[in-house]
Every structure is written in C-alpha cells, then in structure tokens.
C-alpha cells in the first residue's frame, strides 16, 4: 500500500488531502490489505465511481471469508485476474 497525489480540485476539497491511499498489486499471495466491506446500493457504486479518479480500477476481488467484493486497486496494475488476490 502506498499514496497518490491527487491533482483534482473537486476531489482534494472532498477528501481533505491531495495524498490517497493506493494499493498496488504484489506478486506474494500472503500480501494483503486491512479494510472495511460496505454494502452499496447501484446509486452509491456509481457515486463511488464518480470520485475515484483514473489512478484507480474497480476489479472484484475475494476476500479471505470467501465473499466477493469490489476494491479500487492502482489502474496501471490492476487487471481482472486481480480478483484472485485476497484481501481481508
């Protein structure tokens, strides 16, 4: 995990900080990322979208309980085949 430095306006003022938290794919299947699932309703996911700048891809990852989920890892990494990467 590392950061981004954002450069959109819009999103620095809604964030509070030019500095986003980025995941970026690692080659070590023990590797993994501590976070929080939310339920999102279609509004909420397309909200969520909107944000995001373009330094990040959604891709559906499992998680270690099994359950999948969406993640916005680093787009230049990120591929579908990322969905086979587990995170917490």
């Known amino acids: 995990m590392t950061t981004i430095q954002i450069t959109d306006p819009a ?5 509070g900080t030019d500095r986003h ?16 699932v939310f339920a999102l309703t279609e509004t909420e996911l397309a909200a969520a979208e ?4 373009d330094d990040y891809a959604r ?7 099994g ?11 990120a591929t579908q085949a990322d969905a086979e990467v587990l995170v917490p």
Request: charged content about 25%; hydrophobic content about 45%; glycine content about 4%.
């Open 11 to 15: 999103v620095i003022e809604a964030g």
């Open 67 to 77: 359950t999948q989920a969406w993640a916005h890892p680093e787009r230049a990494t």
């Open 21 to 36: 938290p980025l995941v970026v794919a690692s080659p070590d299947p023990e590797d993994a990322v501590e976070g929080h």
């Open 59 to 65: 891709v559906r990852v499992i998680l270690r309980s």
């Open 50 to 53: 909107a944000y995001e700048v």
